[in-house]
Structure formats: C-alpha cells, structure tokens
Nanobody
C-alpha cells in the first residue's frame, strides 16, 4: 500500500509559478511510475504529467508541455510538479498517482494509488 500526500497548492496570479509536492509513505516509490492529474469542477480527471520508474522517461499533456516539469527524488520518496507561466485554465484540484508498471499511462484507471489532492487557483 502506498499513501500519497500532496502539498504546495494555493492561489497564484496568472504568469506565476508553483511547485507541487507528493510525499509517499508505506513503500518506496522507486519501483512506481508516478503521475499528476487534475480535475476541475464538473469535469473528468485529466492527465497532466507522468514519470516512469524504469528509465525516468516523462510524458506531458499538451497543455503542460513547455510550462510544467515533473521530477522525482526517490531518496526522499517524493515527486514534484513545477508549474510555470500559470494560466487561469490551470485552476483545478491536482492529484498525485502511482502505478507499478514502468510505463506512463495517461488514463486515471491505470493508477492504483491516489492522494487526496491539492487545490490550485490561478487568477487572471
């Protein structure tokens, strides 16, 4: 069992930056592919970014490319999402997720473990 706890969300003006953290406990994330998803009110949860455990490869949603960076620190059992050039449409609850496969998946059912989420609000 992997327990995930997100932090770092908050209110930011458009154009600003935030770094989200996802601290894992229960098991080492060294053997887990990690991802960030987000969900706006009334919408489905959508993939933002993922990072593989096998080769460190990353994948990003088109909306995140060039602005967001996912990284992992296995020694700290933590995954990060650096978000730059924030836009109002980035406003959402951001969730951290983990799966044991070495491949990044972009659909939420592929992930076995989830955090409770952290709210990000970007004002224009």
């Amino acid at each position: 069992q992997v327990t995930l706890v997100e932090s770092g969300g908050g209110l930011m003006q458009s154009g600003g930056s935030l770094r989200l953290s996802c601290a894992a406990s229960g098991r080492t994330i060294r053997w887990y592919t990690m991802a960030w998803f987000r969900q706006c009110a009334g919408k489905e949860r959508e993939f933002v970014a993922g990072i593989s455990w096998s080769d460190g490869g990353t994948d990003y949603a088109d909306s995140a490319k060039g602005r967001f960076t996912i990284s992992r620190d296995n020694a700290k059992n933590t995954v990060y999402l650096q978000m730059n050039s924030l836009k109002s449409e980035d406003t959402a609850v951001y969730f951290c997720a983990a799966r044991s496969s070495g491949v990044v998946a972009t659909v939420s059912p592929a992930y076995s473990f989830w955090g409770q989420g952290t709210q990000v609000a970007v004002s224009s």
